[in-house]
């Protein structure tokens, strides 16, 4: 009789588990959906931050507004911005001690007008953002490792009951393994799924851009829909890439606080610190042109209090100091500008 009791409360427990976490990846994977409205939404749905960067310094160099020469150092030559992201690469660079090519790819790729894209499209469906990826990915675990806790509880318990109990019954194990093997099923599968940033609306909506745009040539739209591999100029294409490679890592120093410029707070972003959209697993320093990055976010994750439930604690879409630093060092009209723009209007 006790057996039993036991064995009903692992299944009632198990199933609600399994029940309750297929729920949560298909509720985090819904939204009314709708099309890719640019090219910075496609290149965000393709690869992520970076990619929205590299479009952008990739329009900039090819009508020469900016030129980005050996070894990455970025100058502008004309500042004109026809979109809220080149307005943020303008922005950047001229908040910057420096024209490193890897320090401004970072901090533009922290910036409201890319972040903000990244909130529009989680907000239509397109997209799951960080923060629910990684929880759904730890209740993953928590499943997924209790199944795995309980085989061995499970069979010390039915030797426990062979040798206390007379009468000949279906060992505890037998009744129990179909759940245990359910529940890890059903961890594994959630974690794959959950690991996908991209949702099946977001691959249908950029399918529909690119077939739609797929006939422009443009420097921007290449590396959007193709990555930096498709740009034709293959000095700039080696200097992205480069960029792209470059990890920071943070300096600690003795006591001190780190820096909250724009640039300085770079090396914190490379390995996802600060940052609610990041660009691949290896954090937002690499894209995904480079092989060490992806689609993936969960590894991005928030730290030191800066980001909380896949948004800034400080307001808005930007994430650490590199929001706040960017205005205080431009005007307060431009930061505006840029900051309060959706991503939806950014034009193409």
Do not use: N
Request: hydrophobic share 40%.
């Amino acid at each position: 009789m006790t057996m039993g009791i036991v064995v009903l409360g692992l299944y009632a427990a198990g199933l609600t588990g399994i029940a309750l976490l297929v729920a949560r990846v298909v509720r985090s994977r819904r939204g009314p959906g709708g099309p890719v409205h640019d090219r910075y939404e496609a290149a965000f749905l393709t690869g992520g931050p970076a990619r929205v960067v590299d479009t952008a310094l990739a329009s900039l160099q090819a009508d020469g507004r900016l030129a980005i020469g050996g070894p990455g150092i970025v100058a502008v030559v004309r500042p004109t911005a026809h979109d809220p992201v080149e307005r943020a690469v303008l922005q950047e660079h001229g908040s910057a001690p420096h024209g490193a090519l890897h320090h401004l790819r970072l901090a533009v790729m922290r910036h409201p007008a890319v972040q903000e894209i990244g909130d529009g499209l989680a907000g239509r469906g397109l997209v799951v953002d960080p923060a629910s990826r990684r929880s759904i990915l730890r209740w993953c675990g928590v499943l997924g490792f209790g199944a795995f806790l309980l085989f061995p509880v499970t069979a010390v318990l039915t030797i426990v009951d062979f040798a206390t109990s007379t009468e000949a019954s279906v060992p505890l194990f037998v009744k129990t393994l179909p759940l245990l093997l359910a529940c890890g099923a059903a961890a594994i599968s959630c974690a794959a799924v959950s690991a996908k940033r991209i949702t099946p609306a977001g691959l249908r909506a950029v399918s529909a851009y690119s077939r739609g745009h797929g006939h422009l040539a443009d420097a921007g739209h290449l590396v959007a829909l193709h990555g930096l591999r498709a740009l034709p100029d293959p000095v700039l294409r080696e200097q992205l890439l480069a960029a792209a490679r470059v990890h920071g890592t943070p300096r600690r120093g003795r006591g001190r606080r780190p820096s909250t410029g724009s640039y300085s707070s770079s090396d914190a972003a490379a390995l996802g610190l600060a940052t609610t959209w990041c660009a691949g697993a290896g954090g937002c320093g690499a894209g995904s042109d480079t092989g060490s990055g992806g689609s993936s976010c969960s590894a991005g994750s928030c730290s030191s209090g800066s980001c909380s439930s896949g948004s800034c604690s400080g307001g808005g879409s930007s994430c650490g100091s590199s929001g706040g630093s960017s205005c205080s060092s431009s005007s307060s009209s431009s930061c505006s500008s840029s900051s309060g723009s959706s991503c939806s209007s950014s034009s193409s």
